[in-house]
């Protein structure tokens, strides 16, 4: 089975800066797909990122972008410029290529952004 | 376009009640998933479907049972709630085929309290 790891349980950054958070996973599978999800105090999930394991350009998303490192199994979401709008809770997430294609989350990294 | 629709956004059960968690979606989506989130953690699956008819268990199906008779809904029951399921329950779904880096779109969740 798959697992995702977010080492970091909480993040601060100060407004206008730049902050990456962390994921790691471990896969047997070559085919897969990586994703960052931002959960808001409203609770509603929000797809910030994603990423194809074949892709070996990382994705990008105006001030979003990855860091993906297949090899060593790494997914690190970097944040530029941060607003007060990206406060929330963030979500590292691995998705089968197969096997109906089930979502694995990490246990997420609550973000603090100072005016 | 509604997306995906849950119903209860909260309640609060006795232990041993039971109840059913409504979810919908008109996006004619094959694949449908329940997650629950417990405070600070990430989403573990309970269960899954492929489509209308077919049903599979997730990490965590222990208490808790689903049916898919058509594509659009996907209701999980709650047997003899238990303090431990109290939660957020989130119903998500996604396209078959096509692009298969498509995003889980997330209902609004239903915050579950068992006293």
């Known amino acids: 089975a798959q697992t995702v790891t977010q080492s970091q349980p909480e993040m601060s950054v100060q407004e206008a800066e730049t902050v990456t958070l962390s994921c790691t996973y471990d896969t047997s599978e070559s085919d897969y797909y990586l994703f960052w999800y931002k959960q808001p105090p409203s609770r509603q999930m929000i797809l910030v990122i994603r990423?194809?394991?074949?892709?070996?350009q990382n994705a990008t998303e105006n001030r979003f972008s990855v860091n993906f490192q297949k090899a060593a199994k790494s997914f690190s979401l970097k944040i530029s410029d941060s607003q007060l709008g990206d406060a929330a809770m963030y979500f590292c997430a691995y998705r089968s290529d197969t096997n109906a294609g089930k979502s694995t989350f990490g246990d997420g990294t609550t973000l603090t952004v100072k005016p | 376009n509604a997306g995906v629709t849950q119903t209860p956004k909260f309640r609060i059960l006795k232990i041993g009640q039971s109840m059913t968690l409504q979810c919908a979606q008109d996006m004619n989506h094959n694949y449908m998933y329940w997650y629950r989130q417990d405070p600070g953690m990430g989403l573990k699956l309970i269960y899954y479907?492929?489509?209308?008819?077919?049903?599979d268990k997730g990490e965590v199906p222990n208490g808790y049972n689903v049916s898919r008779s058509t594509t659009e809904d996907f209701p999980l029951r709650l047997e003899l709630a238990a303090p431990s399921q109290t939660s957020v329950y989130f119903c998500?779904?996604?396209?078959?085929?096509?692009?298969?880096?498509?995003?889980?779109?997330f209902g609004s969740g239903t915050q579950l309290s068992v006293l």
């Open positions: 998500a779904s996604r396209r078959e085929g096509g692009a298969t880096n498509e995003k889980l779109f």
């Open positions: 479907s492929v489509g209308a008819g077919i049903t």
């Open positions: 990423q194809e394991a074949y892709k070996q």
